[in-house]
């Protein structure tokens, strides 16, 4: 029996380098029950760059086999992400494509005594499967088993009244090998396959022969797998079927925010996000929004790589941010933004000379290119950079202490204007004409009469908590994750014209960029900025 056994895995390996020409071939496996975040992205680098420096190639296969979750929409987004992380795929399918071929197997596992329709309910069966017990279907005849098991097919019987199990081992040490359930009764129409079956096969079942019949060489799958490559591989033996090599490899998870579905679903079910494209969300779309682009996100996926080191493994959010900056630093033209104004009026704004102040688009490389900020009478500097009483360790605009308006003149406190009830109204200030001295502050800047009002969204991480738990994970979401500043002003030459996904440092402060909510009403019609990341890593916890 071995020797016939090994005869047949040849003659199968045979046929398999015939269809391949002897190509690598993976395949990325998404199941469309929701949208691609930055776990999948670490998936895709691995299946298609395993493949292409390989000389081989990459299916997108979406794994829908249970219609109730899935949808057009969550297909149509897959595709959109994996075109716009620059993955091509060699073909796209669906394992719905295979059902009839995955229904004529299953006849052919029953003929085989591998497969039987079992009436146990689904407590009855997970109970079997604890106390290690037979159904007491088990042994059904495989006449009885195909007559039944097209009955279901036709739909004679109610979701849950039957399903296929597998008939493998009820007392196998590995949980998943004692008879899995192959097929389950869904009257529920598919996205893909419309609404022909109502049959649908289960991942366990389906996954191996997908794999199998697209001749995948290596199956790459997430550690939470590793127990099932047992019944993976006894599937396609029972059936005479080519056997893909099965690799696991750690699942990414991310400090201070959540990769499963199941919780971001939630996020965005109960309102606490705008929606899965929230900037705020590890998806993809999310972090496009954000302003992420996809050689930040692919270079990150190279940089962490693939392990087995574990699945509860935690890779930095600041490895992420860090690609971000690095990136952006040579992309993002320097600008100004101001997000919390405070007015200034320079009361000997006559006797200032230079008006038009030239400044670096890349302060590194004065050679591509210059903007003039054009200085008024009245600018606005940032909150943050005015103290009406002197600090020790502030550098701002104080009574003591004058300030630089960077690339401009140096201004000097006069008075502060208040308000009836104590609040500053503007700032009186005196530019120091041909002032030599040594100063500590360069700040940051917008002339009035040259500005735009703009809203600026700092965003900063979703949870409070680095290690996010399992377990009353909601009470660790950061309730600061979205600070808006709705006051903010910006350079109208910045503004005028500026599209979405367009980027900036503004200097001093982060690197922000244009979101399609600019202009809408509900933004009071201004340009609305996401903070896309800050300068520095934060050091706070
Ligand atoms: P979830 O448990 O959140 O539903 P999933 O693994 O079921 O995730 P799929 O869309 O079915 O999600 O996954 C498609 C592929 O991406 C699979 O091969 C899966 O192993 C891989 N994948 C999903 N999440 C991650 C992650 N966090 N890190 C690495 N790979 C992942
Ligand atoms: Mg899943
Ligand atoms: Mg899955």
Excluded at 235 to 246: E, I, N, Q, R, S
Excluded at 424 to 429: L, P
Excluded at 460 to 476: C, G, L, Q, R, S
Aim: aromatic share 12%; proline share 4%.
């Amino acid at each position: 029996r071995d020797i016939e056994a090994a005869r047949n895995s040849e003659e199968l390996l045979k046929k398999h380098r015939e269809a391949t020409g002897g190509k690598i071939l993976t395949r990325f496996p998404p199941e469309p029950n929701g949208y691609l975040h930055i776990g999948h992205a670490k998936a895709m680098r691995f299946n298609f760059t395993f493949a292409k420096e390989r000389g081989g190639t990459t299916y997108l296969r979406y794994d829908d086999t249970n219609p109730v979750k899935e949808n057009q929409e969550f297909i149509d987004n897959i595709r959109n992400c994996v075109d716009w992380l620059g993955y091509k795929p060699f073909k796209v399918t669906y394992a719905s494509d295979y059902f009839q071929d995955l229904y004529d197997l299953a006849c052919e596992l029953i003929r085989r005594g591998k497969a039987y329709v079992c009436h146990s309910s689904k407590v009855e069966i997970a109970e079997q499967r604890s106390k290690m017990i037979n159904s007491p279907f088990r042994d059904r005849s495989v006449e009885e088993n195909l007559r039944l098991f097209e009955q279901m097919k036709q739909g004679r019987f109610a979701e849950n009244e039957c399903c296929l199990r597998v008939k493998i081992d009820m007392t196998h040490v590995n949980p998943n090998m004692r008879d899995f359930v192959a097929y389950r009764i869904r009257y529920v129409p598919h996205p893909h396959a419309g609404s022909k079956w109502c049959i649908y096969p289960t991942y366990d079942y389906t996954h191996c022969i997908n794999d199998s019949l697209e001749n995948i060489t290596h199956s790459l799958c997430t550690l939470e797998f590793e127990n099932r490559r047992e019944s993976y591989y006894w599937l396609l033996g029972a059936l005479d079927l080519y056997k893909p090599m099965v690799w696991e490899y750690s699942r990414l998870n991310l400090t201070y925010t959540v990769l499963s579905k199941r919780k971001l679903e939630k996020l965005v079910g109960e309102g606490l996000v705008s929606g899965w494209e929230d900037p705020r969300m590890p998806t993809i779309l999310g972090l496009k929004r954000r302003g992420y682009t996809p050689t930040m996100i692919n270079n990150f996926a190279a940089e962490i790589g693939v392990s087995r080191n574990g699945n509860d493994n935690i890779t930095s959010i600041n490895v992420l941010e860090n690609y971000a900056r690095k990136e952006l630093d040579v992309t993002a033209s320097r600008t100004f933004g101001v997000q919390e104004p405070v007015l200034l009026e320079i009361v000997n704004f006559d006797e200032v000379k230079v008006r038009e102040i030239k400044a670096p688009l890349f302060p590194a490389d004065p050679s591509r290119g210059e903007q003039t900020y054009t200085l008024s009478s009245r600018v606005f500097i940032d909150a943050d950079d005015f103290s009406s009483e002197h600090k020790k360790g502030f550098f701002g605009l104080t009574p003591e202490q004058p300030v630089c308006l960077k690339y401009g003149p140096v201004v000097q406190l006069q008075d502060i204007v208040k308000s009836a009830d104590g609040k500053v109204e503007k700032v009186r200030v005196k530019v120091l004409l041909d002032f030599k001295e040594k100063l500590k502050g360069y700040i940051h800047w917008v002339s009035e009469e040259h500005s735009t009002d703009a809203v600026v969204r700092l965003y900063n991480h979703m949870f409070t908590i680095e290690a996010v738990p399992n377990d009353e994970w909601e009470k660790y979401i950061n309730p600061q994750s979205l600070v808006m500043k709705a006051n903010a002003k910006v350079w109208r030459h910045v503004a005028d014209g500026a599209k979405e996904f367009d980027r900036y440092q503004f200097e001093r402060l982060a690197f922000f960029c244009v979101d399609r909510d600019s202009g809408k009403e509900e933004f009071g019609g201004k340009i609305v900025f996401n903070r896309i990341v800050e300068l520095k890593e934060s050091k706070e916890k």
